[in-house]
């Protein structure tokens, strides 16, 4: 194998050519940041955690396939993952994850010690989350608590503590979360099922969708509720309902269950986030403005 070959697969195996996660944890943390910081975060902050999102995002997916790299061949979607297929050897994946994560922990040192107590959490979490495919119906619900750490992180960062709206924030990433990683879930089950990995989407069983609906109105009414305390407007609102019309767009891809549409489901989350954090943006200049 080239160097060429070599840093593709580490690439590959970092998701870069895969940002969908990415986007996915990007949103809501810099709608925490907005909101933490009345519309207008530090541009330090901001880069610190722009960047940070990207490397834990990486450290999130090596370590996701350290732990899945005997599985992941059986998987039709994983099959080629560079981990399962070898071009990456196990050392060689664990000393990335260890670069960057210490890369991710210097960041973090540039900020205040709350937030460096909050890191300690979200690298913890991190490390456990792939493993609890193994002896847990629901990863995806400990999956939303990985997510959304970077939440409290933004407000610690922003305003020193970390308050009520930050929870009411918390809690909506965390359904939204739920949500569209079960419609992803979807996407695998026959192949779950056959080696023996746990998921939402195989728990909910023939209330999939129904149950991915309920979690879809919990996140919006806690979007709702963190946007109330925060005083936020009209622009806001009109966020929210693009936000309702993407999760009813996303119900009608995945009433039959099939592969495709289910995965396209998911990925369409991402306009979901960036509609919304583009709505908060918005409602800020707007409320600024009229200042």
Known sequence: MTLRDKLHAYARLARIDRPIGTFLLLWPCLMALMLASGGMPDLKVLAI????????????????????????????????RPLASG??????????????????????????????KLSYIGIVLTVI????KRFTNMPQMFLGVVWSWSIPMAYA?????????AWWLFAANWCWTVAYDT??????????????IKSTAILFGKYDRQIIGLFQIAALACFMTAGFIAERGALYAVGLVVFIGFGLYQQRLIHDRERAPCLKAFLNNNWAGM????ALGM????HTAAL
């Open 87 to 116: 071009e990456v050897s196990v050392k060689e994946a664990l000393l990335l994850f260890v670069v960057l994560g210490l890369l991710a922990f210097g960041l973090v040192l540039m900020l205040n010690p709350l937030v460096v």
């Open 275 to 278: 509609s919304l954090f583009l």
């Open 49 to 80: 955690f722009i960047i940070g999102v990207f490397v834990m995002r990486a450290c999130g997916c090596i370590i996701n396939d350290y732990a899945d790299r005997k599985l992941d061949g059986h998987v039709e979607r994983t099959k080629m």
């Open 157 to 165: 960062a922003a305003t020193g503590e970390v308050p009520a709206e």
């Open 183 to 196: 419609m992803y879930a979807m996407v695998d089950r026959e192949d779950d099922l056959k080696i023996g």
């Open 129 to 132: 989350y792939p493993f609890t």
């Open 283 to 286: 409602d800020y200049l707007l």
